[in-house]
């Protein structure tokens, strides 16, 4: 989507040109061609278009895993059910498989909250949103987390009482004052962690991202005055429920 407006792409069979039709923008275009999946699936080229990220940047929220996917398994059937539709009972049978295979996450695509391309869809309260919720609870009983899918139009309209938007950072712009000052951990187990600057505070444990990434030193009975600081921020925004 480029300014609400779709790419148009067009192919003829046997052909290998493709001709895409849309408005003006800087955003890449990139296509992805080849003869079997396979070979998409192997391809380098977004890693290569992007530049490497700058020194110093903090990737301590990756979290390598596997996850089921809900358009991934549509029309499939097993044990005489058939995944015909993306609803909270095919959820819950995606959670318990992801479960049972050590799988960590479930990803819930498009449409959960109401049209995906409709300005009108609401992810707090449209569409089967309720459900949601209580599949992210179910889940997290099976130590499964849920990964949701939100459409761009979604967030214009029912912005998060949470979120900060990061267009500003994206196109080169200052985006000091708008970062989020510090960032929340949650487990499955319910424990807090905060990081703020270099600093990562969890419970009984704080360790210097900068120097100890690998997080091998505890550092919370060498520094109180970090975990005192740190600790007041923490309860205040679980407090007042959100970072920001």
Known sequence: MIDDSPLGLTSERGQTAFSVVSRPSPAWRVILHGRTPGVLVDSHLLELLNP???DGMNFDWV???SATWVWRVHGARADDYVYDRMDDHAWVRMVDFAAKHG?????MDANWYGPEHSAASDPLSGGKAAEVRKLIR??????VGVLLYLN???TRRHAFEDSIGFLPALLGQDFTEQARKGIVHHSFGGAFALRLGDWKLLPQMLFNMREDPCEKNNLYARHPEKVAKLSERLEEIKASGRSR
């Open 63 to 65: 979290r390598p895993g």
């Open 103 to 107: 799988l960590g996450y479930f990803e």
């Open 52 to 54: 490497p990220p700058p």
């Open 138 to 143: 179910y889940a997290a009983g099976k130590g």
């Open 152 to 154: 761009d139009r979604a």
